[in-house]
């Protein structure tokens, strides 16, 4: 009981402890913020608008490039004007004819770079030639919910269009599409249109020349176009799953604007690329290696002449040095299939004179020609045994025993 004084005094002065520290009012309550659903902040931060289908709503945003302006060295205004059968010989006939006005340039930005049943393309761009310009139609889906919905709008947009162009398409964007279509029990709406994949024929055209054919390499290169700023690729999915944890939808513009230039490319090099297999002489084609590129698909394409022209052309405009032998070698090839044996000769003895990857196999041909067509026995050993002082084969063995065998009799005259 003694202590009960103490204890009264103690509580006093927790009790004025309190009083003071509420002499100015109870203490200001911390603001909760309050984050508005992110698709209102897409609709603020970029032109557009959400579109209502059966299957639900997403958001749709269009631009357009006016034709009276210019992407790198490109007149936008030149897309209207291009053959509606440029891309026969580029697809080998299997586009057929359309106005461009019917052709769909389509890129997607997607949720992971290695494709599978968990990719989700959430922006899905089509671009468009017009009167007006170059158009680009971009469908976003701002939370997984709305894929129905962006799905069954890009069907009902691609029906109106008659040929699928795309960049790398046929290995990525297409599988990965027509997998969201079927996941969604929707029927994909790609089996009607024929697709050219311009990364096949780019490729083609500029692997000898440049170290990576990617669309923005070929941008850069080709058109011209230097990008500032850009987004790089690798990092849009991570910027697109940081929009979903956040709703800041400013993360967004830069991979709207950088689908919308990927598009924007692929049109115009599709101004560029078929012209060459269509007609190369009418081509942007100043570069050697460009030439033996295109060569090598026209050989293929068993147009041998077409073929050598671009490899002479090639050879005079000059080559790296490993690139011209094989190209010389190619040529000494299709000289003799088309039974033109001095030009193929002419090839092969520059080929013999010098040291490269094909003196050896150009020795070979020469004492195969001097044996079989001329019969000029020592001529093809004395092309065996030069052969041999650089490569010791059996195979060269062997000739070199049955050509002193043959060259034991009298000497043939000697044409070269």
């Given at each position: 009981m003694s202590n009960i004084p103490e204890q009264l005094a103690e509580l006093r002065q927790r009790v004025a402890g309190i009083n003071r520290k509420y002499e100015d009012g109870p203490p200001p309550q911390p603001v909760v913020a309050t984050r508005r659903p992110a698709r209102y902040f897409v609709e603020e931060w970029l032109s557009g608008q959400?579109?209502?289908?059966?299957?639900?709503?997403?958001?749709?945003?269009?631009?357009?490039?006016?034709?009276?302006?210019r992407h790198g060295s490109l007149d936008i205004g030149d897309l209207a004007e291009l053959p509606h059968d440029l891309l026969d010989a580029i697809s080998q006939g299997t586009v057929p004819a359309h106005s461009p006005?019917?052709?769909?340039?389509?890129?997607?930005?997607t949720?992971?770079?290695?494709?599978?049943?968990?990719?989700?393309?959430?922006?899905?761009?089509?671009g468009r030639i017009t009167p007006e310009g170059f158009r680009v139609r971009q469908f976003f889906m701002r939370e997984h919910g709305e894929e129905a919905s962006l799905l069954s709008a890009l069907a009902d947009h691609l029906a109106g269009f008659e040929v699928l162009i795309t960049y790398n398409g046929k290995t990525y964007d297409?599988?990965?599409?027509?997998?969201?279509y079927r996941m969604s029990r929707f029927r994909p709406p790609f089996d009607?249109?024929?697709?050219?994949?311009?990364?096949?024929?780019?490729?083609?055209?500029?692997?000898?020349?440049?170290?990576?054919?990617?669309?923005?390499?070929?941008?850069?290169?080709?058109?011209?176009?230097?990008?500032?700023?850009?987004?790089?690729?690798?990092?849009?999915p991570y910027v697109y799953?940081?929009?979903?944890?956040?709703?800041?939808?400013?993360?967004?513009?830069?991979?709207?604007?950088?689908?919308?230039?990927d598009i924007l490319t692929l049109a115009c090099l599709t101004g560029v690329v078929p012209w060459a297999f269509r007609s190369p002489?009418?081509?942007?084609?100043?570069?050697?290696?460009?030439?033996?590129?295109?060569?090598?698909?026209?050989r293929q394409a068993d147009q041998p002449e077409r073929a050598l022209e671009l490899f002479r052309r090639a050879v005079g405009l000059g080559l790296k040095d490993e690139l011209m032998f094989r190209t010389l070698w190619d040529i000494s090839l299709l000289e003799r299939k088309a039974g033109r044996d001095d030009a193929a000769l002419a090839v092969l003895t520059d080929l013999a004179a010098e040291r490269n990857p094909y003196r050896v196999p150009a020795l070979e041909e020469l004492a195969k020609h001097y044996e079989h067509r001329e019969k000029n026995y020592?001529?093809?050993?004395?092309?065996?045994?030069?052969?041999?002082?650089?490569?010791?084969?059996?195979?060269?063995?062997?000739?070199?025993?049955?050509l002193a065998r043959r060259g034991s009799g009298p000497r043939p005259r000697r044409l070269l």
């Open positions: 959400e579109i209502q289908t059966p299957h639900g709503a997403h958001f749709e945003t269009e631009r357009l490039y006016e034709r009276h302006k006005e019917k052709w769909a340039f389509l890129d997607t930005e949720t992971g770079l290695a494709g599978g049943s968990g990719t989700y393309a959430f922006l899905i761009g089509v297409q599988p990965l599409l027509e997998t969201r009607r249109m024929p697709h050219l994949d311009l990364l096949h024929g780019a490729r083609r055209l500029w692997k000898l020349r440049f170290d990576s054919c990617r669309l923005v390499e070929l941008e850069n290169q080709i058109l011209g176009v230097e990008r500032e700023g850009d987004l790089p690729g690798e990092m849009i799953f940081e929009y979903l944890r956040t709703g800041e939808a400013y993360q967004l513009v830069p991979i709207l604007h950088h689908n919308a230039i002489e009418q081509a942007r084609l100043s570069h050697g290696a460009e030439m033996v590129g295109l060569g090598r698909w026209f020592p001529m093809a050993l004395e092309m065996t045994r030069a052969a041999l002082g650089y490569a010791d084969t059996p195979a060269l063995r062997k000739r070199e025993a049955r």
